[in-house]
């Protein structure tokens, strides 16, 4: 997507969000269907037909609010239908992709399953596999309730295939006392302010930096970071697919040396390739982990997690002096997709259509708001929410634009390669040029 589109779905973001957090009076006149909608949904005519939905989803962590979400209106929806019964089939998000992966080869996509935008859904959208979902969409203003241009991320040939959870940034996470206690005062400026602390924290024996790295997407979305500063601003990844640039420009070599020098420094726990994304991100909410590279839709799980009130947010830093600190990895969320196969079409669309319509005040309230995808109605101040979730929406405010994680960039066979390789920087050290050549050999072989 054009640089200048992907600045205009995150600026909307920014705005929705920022006219929330200070309950503007302007909130109900631009979001009434995301927050008033009713929570009842119409039953169907086939309302004394026995179904059965399956709901292939990524919240299998019952500590987090997106699980309370989740299980809330599936528990609602089937009370208010009790013909329709629900089967959550919950994952971690690398299982889920492998399963359906799995599941799209012998073509049984589970009735409602998760995907992710732009080059990840293709496929899937390409083998006809996916429903359009225009039609509810247009039921009831759901349309309106998404934040302007999200949608064209999940949208191929005028139809929408998949509605999102989210609009994120990525943002560093810090825990304020132990900063403290390894006598760090500032959050740093600069990558090598960065690396000076991770450095300080490993001499006091504090995990620097917690991470998942069984879920190979986490390594890859924090190198992206470091590459969005060292091409001194986000489109790299677009330069390569129009061939304005190689993965072998100085850009990128640079960033794969940043990175390195990261894992050198002992930045990450000891196997991070053995952890998945779950518990990584768990090592930080115990509070065994200083720092946590992640996306603002932690926020909610952060503050309720042991480490509550604890955790202060900051941008990531420049890189050797370049790049602008409100430029981000954007993270148009997950997305859920239906089944063209579906034995229960019209049921699961029905379904879905009340999850959608009903999700953001339920995160709302789960005081989960920050970063999805949809116009919220409240004051999150007077809602209560921490000074955490505040500081985020701030930086919401600023944000000039960014990229796109690589995986939602790039073909799924060049992804891959690159997914495997940074994977291998945490256990190998690599010449760049080398990491650099294996990226250009992956692309030119599936671009040709």
């Given at each position: 997507m054009a640089k200048g589109k992907v600045l205009a779905v995150i600026l909307a973001s920014a705005l929705a969000l920022s006219l929330a957090a200070c309950g503007s009076s302007n909130n109900s006149s631009t979001s009434n269907t995301s927050s008033t909608s009713s929570t009842e949904s119409t039953p169907t005519s086939s309302s004394d037909k026995k179904v059965t939905i399956t709901f292939q989803n990524i919240y299998p962590d019952s500590t987090t609010p997106s699980y309370k979400m989740l299980h809330q209106l599936v528990d609602q929806y089937e009370k208010e239908h009790p013909n329709i019964t629900i089967d959550l089939d919950s994952l971690n998000t690398d299982q889920q992709k492998m399963k359906l992966k799995t599941q799209a080869a012998s073509k049984e996509v589970p009735d409602i399953t998760i995907v992710n935008p732009a080059a990840q859904m293709k496929p899937f959208v390409d083998a006809g596999l996916l429903a359009p979902l225009n039609d509810i969409l247009d039921?009831?203003?759901?349309?309106?309730?998404?934040?302007?241009?999200?949608?064209?991320?999940?949208?191929?040939?005028?139809?929408?295939y998949a509605l999102p959870d989210g609009n994120n940034i990525e943002v560093v996470y810090y825990n304020k006392?132990?900063?403290?206690?390894?006598?760090?005062?500032?959050?740093?400026?600069?990558?090598?302010?960065?690396?000076?602390?991770?450095?300080?924290?490993k001499a006091k024996g504090i995990t620097p930096i917690a991470i998942g790295e069984k879920d190979s997407w986490t390594g890859s979305f924090l190198f992206m970071n470091i590459l969005l500063r060292t091409n001194n601003g986000p489109g790299f990844l677009q330069d390569v697919l129009d061939k304005k640039k190689t993965f072998n420009d100085p850009a990128f070599t640079e960033?794969?040396?940043?990175?390195?020098?990261?894992?050198?420094?002992?930045?990450?726990?000891?196997?991070?390739?053995?952890?998945?994304?779950?518990?990584?991100?768990?090592?930080?909410?115990?509070?065994?982990?200083?720092?946590?590279?992640?996306?603002?839709?932690?926020?909610?799980?952060?503050?309720?997690?042991?480490?509550?009130?604890?955790?202060?947010?900051?941008?990531?830093?420049?890189?050797?002096?370049?790049?602008?600190?409100?430029?981000?990895?954007?993270?148009?969320?997950?997305?859920?997709?239906?089944?063209?196969?579906?034995?229960?079409?019209?049921?699961?669309?029905?379904?879905?259509h009340f999850f959608a319509s009903n999700l953001p005040k339920a995160e709302f309230d789960l005081k989960n708001a920050v970063g999805i995808g949809q116009k919220v109605d409240g004051d999150f101040k007077a809602a209560g929410y921490s000074d955490l979730a505040i500081s985020a929406l701030d930086l919401f405010k600023n944000v000039k634009g960014g990229d796109l994680a690589f995986d939602n960039t790039m073909n799924p066979a060049t992804a891959q390669i690159h997914l495997s390789s940074i994977q291998n920087l945490f256990v190998q050290k690599v010449d760049p040029s080398q990491v650099a050549q294996e990226h250009q050999s992956a692309f030119e072989a599936n671009n040709k």
């Open positions: 039921k009831d203003g759901l349309r309106d309730t998404y934040q302007k241009g999200l949608l064209d991320y999940y949208s191929f040939d005028n139809n929408v006392e132990l900063f403290q206690q390894a006598g760090i005062t500032d959050t740093p400026k600069t990558f090598d302010e960065l690396l000076q602390d991770v450095k300080t924290l960033a794969v040396a940043k990175f390195q020098e990261l894992v050198d420094a002992g930045a990450f726990e000891e196997g991070a390739t053995s952890i998945d994304y779950n518990a990584g991100g768990n090592i930080f909410k115990t509070g065994k982990a200083a720092m946590y590279i992640m996306g603002t839709w932690e926020i909610g799980a952060i503050d309720s997690s042991p480490v509550a009130g604890k955790v202060g947010v900051f941008q990531f830093p420049t890189v050797n002096g370049k790049g602008d600190v409100n430029e981000y990895m954007l993270a148009p969320g997950s997305a859920f997709a239906v089944s063209a196969n579906s034995d229960h079409l019209q049921e699961t669309k029905d379904f879905l």
